[in-house]
């Protein structure tokens, strides 16, 4: 390794290398007249690098691309010290992927040349989301490896020349969220002398029953927090006014709509205030709520009927995503007239694409695997490039006790 020589400068003199050396076996070939490039693998899962060398070069060799390729991944696999594994894949590409020894070399030369960061061959402005928790609680360990990952993440991307904000999505509609305020309001109820029941509740029991007779549902929020925050309002001069008032009028709706918003904003502070005692910044902190008051989400269907990948199904509106790759296709709109999350979800990244972003990055957690396919073919349908959208999965986090998983839960306490 040369001092200031980045990793794809390393790949390509190997690659050339590589080509010489299968030159010396086709009699009258001109190793200086070939034509050879390197790229980023479009896709992770083909390796790090990749090269159309055999389709660029067939007619010079004159042997079919697919030969050319097998050739000459036969002889870059001797770089056992550089490449993990090289294959080639139709209609004659050769991938590539460094191994993990070479990398902790580069890195180490890397530093000891204190040439760290090598600058990006283009300046991108990227979105990197991240950390995103429910605003229905105080952030968990898992939130607190999302953090640490993203922040670092952000920091190496900037350091190589990058422009990136760092973005927090607050999930803020929804009946989660009012379910959250339904909670509340059932501890303010009880700090002014009311009893609250436990009985259980379905989908099938009418809202104005679990308000009437002050249940706790069973989708609710018991954690002792709920507790304090009830206890803040209602020593809040100007809510506890407005709190009374709604009380003795009995619109209990109209209350825990407000409650859901100040529990929000609580929960909120609370985990902001977490992030900066660990050292983590957010540059925006975008509200879902925001969307759907502008009207966004249901406007996106425009977009999505235009790409031809919309279709009606007893009276719901569905995205196909099997063709990106998903298991099945997706409702997008009710047969009621109610936009899904996923809807939501996918009007957020238009916005995201709205505000001029080269590259959008999303940290996710494990259990959201399965969501991939479906917002990244979303992503494509409304005309932004595969290659420029990407889904990170974090691993979960468990807890052990005795050697048992800590269940976490929100809604538990």
Known sequence: ????????????KTLEEGARELASSYPGSDPDTFKIKIEYSRDEKFGDYSTSFALENSKILKKNPLQVADE?????????????TVDFTPPGFVNFRISSAFLLRFIESSILSGNYFPQAEKTLRIN????????TGPLNIVSARAAANGDAMASLLKAIGHNVDKEFYINDYG?????????????????????????ETDDSTPMETVLEKNILPAEGYRGEYIKDIASDLLKDPVRSLKIESLLNEKK?????????VWTVENNLIWQRKDLDSFGVEFDNYFSERTLHEADKVLSVMNDLEKSGKIFVEDGK?????????DDKDRVVVRDDGRPTYLLADIAYHKNKIERGYDRIYDIWGPDHHGYIARLAG??????????????????QVNLLESGQKVKMSKRAG
């Open 378 to 395: 979303a992503v494509q349908s409304i005309v932004y490039p595969k290659e420029n959208f990407k889904v990170i999965i974090a691993q």
């Open 72 to 84: 000459l991944a036969a002889v870059l696999r001797k770089r056992v010290d550089l490449f993990e």
């Open 252 to 260: 209990y709706r109209e209350l825990a709509e407000l409650c859901s």
């Open 317 to 325: 509106k569905v995205f196909r995503s099997t063709e990106y790759g």
């Open 1 to 12: 390794m040369k001092e200031n020589e980045t990793l794809k400068q390393i790949v390509w």
């Open 175 to 199: 009946n989660q969220v009012f379910l959250l305020g339904v909670s509340t309001l059932v501890r303010i109820r009880e700090l002014k002398g009311e009893s609250y029941s436990q009985q």
């Open 128 to 135: 990197l989301e991240f950390v995103s928790a429910n605003p």
